[in-house]
């Protein structure tokens, strides 16, 4: 789902703005990703999208009103709508502008979003003058949050729907990656074709059946991954070598764990599947574990509740191969070799992953112990580069911004103004051939860094970590004193070391 508006250059402009003010442009190098910036896909997004979001939302618990009172009675009628009201409350706030407020329910992690909400300076807690991220997901945990205040509809998932038909839509294009990804060697060819199979699929789902499984052609198993990778013309940074290289250097190891941080559910969590099948299969990984949402997140983010769907869907499939697939996959999970990890609701908070060090030390330390941590999709990229514009030319390294418990892979397709890692001058070649790259989707990165060996940042020793140690050069410019909104905000509840 991609809005499509006219961006300006922003790897090249250095508009002038301070903190407060509402601009007319794009958003300025150097500058948070936001709602002030008035020609941004930020600004579009939280005025047109998102109330769109949440009508569908609206619209959804009317349609399912009658299945929902079959289930819990008569009194879930009340329930849905106190929470359509509150939604179209929601709604207005938005519209107005209007300050955050701090969460007074039952939230499990009430304590950790009130914690991160009071930080914020008053003149970055409304939603169009915040740091778009802050917004995005605020709107998303307050709308979960409608629903968490009933007796009844706290495991509603309102997006279901949605992951399972853009499933079952792909049919054809399952059957064929099936097929074409079954017997595979353990070798770097065809690990990084899964890899860019899984990547396309961030974006390309209905595109990837319309393109390359016509119904009427007959591909060969090699020729399918083979038009897959043709989408390579727009894969913008390969570092898929250097993934196979971390792989292959801890393949003497006892324990291979990979961290992978999953995005959408639907087709794009079956290709997700493919390759960590692909990895625990030929000995690459001793296990798999898979970081989901806790709660529905923006639209089709996977769950837990979803991937157990998916599995018994496949495996009750009417084709045999996926049917078999299905059963394959459960045998997987149940041997332990892919996993969900415990959930955490780090996930669905509004911080960027260089604070994760601080604000959930225990998450920290799981994806410290494993061998590689993925992250897949646009969301995750935008946390890992803290909803920074950087120069498009820094290095992924430096805008990780030492945020590096392990052996760190990203995957994504470009759907926002954030990216980094590029090749001198291919930002702007890319802008004036095709001035809606940044939020088409149609471009991909799949970058790479190693862990953080450096004794400073040794778990255990960072407790009141104000600023990143010097010698890792982060190029930060001065005025960007706005990612002090990316506060290191420590829950009250929340482990020390
Ligand atoms: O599913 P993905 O790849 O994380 O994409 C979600 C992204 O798409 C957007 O809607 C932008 O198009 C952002 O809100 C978000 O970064």
Not at 57 to 84: D, N, Q, S, W, Y
Not at 150 to 164: E, I, P, S, V, W
Request: glycine share 6%.
């Amino acid at each position: 789902m991609t809005l499509r508006i006219s961006l300006g250059n922003s790897s090249t402009l250095s508009g002038k703005t301070t903190d407060s003010e509402f601009t007319e442009g794009p958003t300025p190098r150097h500058s948070l990703l936001s709602g002030r910036f008035k020609q941004s896909f930020a600004y579009l997004s939280l005025r047109t999208r998102m109330p769109g979001i949440m009508q569908q939302i609206i619209l959804r618990l009317l349609e399912e009103g009658p299945e929902l009172e079959a289930k819990f009675g008569v009194e879930v009628h009340k329930e849905i709508h106190h929470v359509i009201d509150a939604i179209e409350r929601l709604k207005l706030e938005l519209n107005r502008d209007r300050q955050f407020l701090l969460f007074h329910g039952n939230e499990p992690d009430k304590a950790a979003w009130n914690a991160f909400l009071t930080e914020l300076p008053r003149h970055k807690r409304t939603y169009f003058r915040a740091c778009w991220l802050h917004s995005e997901c605020y709107l998303y945990r307050r709308i979960h949050s409608f629903f968490e205040s009933t007796r009844h509809l706290g495991d509603f998932d309102y997006f279901a729907h949605l992951k399972q038909d853009d499933l079952k839509i792909s049919e054809r294009a399952m059957h064929a990656l099936a097929t074409a990804t079954r017997n595979l060697s353990k070798d770097f060819e065809s690990f990084s074709k899964l890899m860019r199979i899984n990547l396309w699929s961030n974006h390309y789902e209905i595109q990837l059946n319309a393109y390359v499984f016509q119904e009427d052609e007959q591909h060969s198993d090699l020729e399918v991954l083979t038009r897959v990778a043709d989408l390579d013309r727009n894969l913008l940074v390969d570092d898929s070598t250097l993934v196979w290289n971390c792989l292959m250097k801890a393949k003497d190891r006892r324990e291979i764990v990979v961290d992978f941080v999953c995005d959408n559910g639907g087709f794009e969590f079956f290709t997700d599947m493919l390759l960590m099948e692909y990895l625990v299969e030929h000995g690459m990984a001793t296990q798999v574990r898979l970081h989901v949402k806790a709660i529905p997140w923006y639209i089709s983010d996977v769950n837990s509740a979803d991937i157990e769907w998916t599995i018994n869907y496949l495996i009750g499939h009417s084709d045999e191969l996926l049917s078999a697939l299905g059963h394959r996959w459960a045998r997987l999970m149940n041997a332990g070799k892919i996993v969900v990890a415990p959930k955490s609701h780090f996930w669905t908070g509004p911080q960027p992953y260089f604070v994760m060090v601080e604000s959930d030390l225990e998450l920290y330390k799981v994806l410290s112990g494993g061998s590689l941590a993925i992250f897949k999709g646009d969301l995750n990229y935008r946390k890992l580069m803290g909803d920074y514009i950087w120069d498009s030319t820094e290095e992924f390294i430096t805008c990780l911004r030492g945020f590096r418990p392990c052996n760190i892979c990203a995957m994504r397709t470009v759907k926002c103004e954030v990216v980094c890692g590029l090749p001198e001058g291919k930002s702007d070649d890319l802008l004036r051939s095709d001035p809606q790259w940044m939020i088409s989707g149609n471009y991909g990165v799949i970058q790479y860094t190693d862990s953080l060996k450096c004794p400073c940042y040794q778990v255990g020793r960072l407790s009141g970590l104000s600023h990143l140690p010097s010698h890792h050069n982060f190029k930060l410019d001065d005025k960007e004193s706005d990612q002090s909104q990316h506060k290191r905000t420590r829950p009250r509840h929340s482990r020390k070391t």
